[in-house]
């Protein structure tokens, strides 16, 4: 079965400062991957999704990603980090193949500091 | 209002009473979840239903009940609510399951069992 895992469960960063979540997945074949975030008492939210078309994914609010299959790894990164992006981020996985629903990690917390 | 949406938001109950979270979807989706969140688990799978009558269990199913016995609609039961199910609940949608289709989230329930 698929299955990712977040380092750290809390990152703090500057504001201004490279914001850099980590996500590696474990499975035989290359799966979809996708980050979401979730603002306080709020749902969760998709920030951007791998689906095999493109290995580096932009999202919204200035996030993107890079599928390095080598590495198996979905690495989230923001160039400047800014006060609105503090929020929990979630890394998740689905199979390639079969009707299987998201399986997520634990989740980084995201701390902005000015 | 279009969308997903979960009630009550909040809700505290007693330890062995039976409690239902409700979860409406407008979009048709095929496809609905429940995931708990927990702190340092992040989110887990406790049921999900492919269709209306169509349910199967996911990582963490006991203690709950489900039911779909109309598309929109995918109501959680604890039977009897224990102090270990405090949690925020959250329901998701989708159109599919296959080919990276994303979920789509409600707000959350929070439920403290007293």
């Known amino acids: 079965a698929q299955s990712v895992t977040q380092l750290g469960s809390h990152v703090s960063v500057s504001e201004g400062a490279l914001v850099l979540l980590r996500c590696n997945y474990s499975?035989?074949?290359?799966?979809?991957l996708f980050w979401y975030v979730q603002y306080p008492n709020q749902g969760l939210q998709l920030l951007l999704k791998?689906?095999?078309?493109?290995?580096l994914v932009k999202g919204i609010n200035g996030f993107e990603a890079e599928f390095k299959k080598s590495e198996t790894s979905f690495h989230l990164t923001k160039p400047s980090a800014h006060m609105s992006d503090a929020a929990e981020y979630f890394c998740?996985?689905?199979?390639?193949?079969?009707?299987?629903?998201?399986?997520f990690g634990k989740g980084t917390r995201l701390s902005v500091i000015a | 209002d279009a969308g997903i949406t979960q009630s009550p938001r909040y809700k505290i109950t007693e330890t062995g009473r039976q409690v239902t979270l409700m979860c409406h979807q407008t979009w048709s989706h095929s496809y609905m979840f429940w995931y708990r969140q927990d702190l340092g688990h992040g989110l887990r799978l406790i049921y999900y239903?492919?269709?209306?009558?169509?349910?199967d269990k996911g990582e963490v199913p006991d203690g709950y009940v489900v039911s779909r016995s109309k598309t929109e609609n995918f109501p959680l039961t604890l039977e009897s609510a224990t102090r270990s199910q405090t949690s925020v609940y959250f329901c998701?949608?989708?159109?599919?399951?296959?080919?990276?289709?994303?979920?789509?989230f409600g707000q959350g329930t929070r439920l403290t069992v007293v």
């Open positions: 998740a996985v689905s199979a390639a193949s079969g009707n299987t629903p998201l399986v």
């Open positions: 998701a949608s989708s159109l599919i399951i296959l080919g990276g289709t994303e979920a789509f």
């Open positions: 499975s035989s074949v290359p799966p979809y």
């Open positions: 791998y689906t095999s078309a493109a290995t």
């Open positions: 239903s492919a269709a209306a009558d169509i349910t």
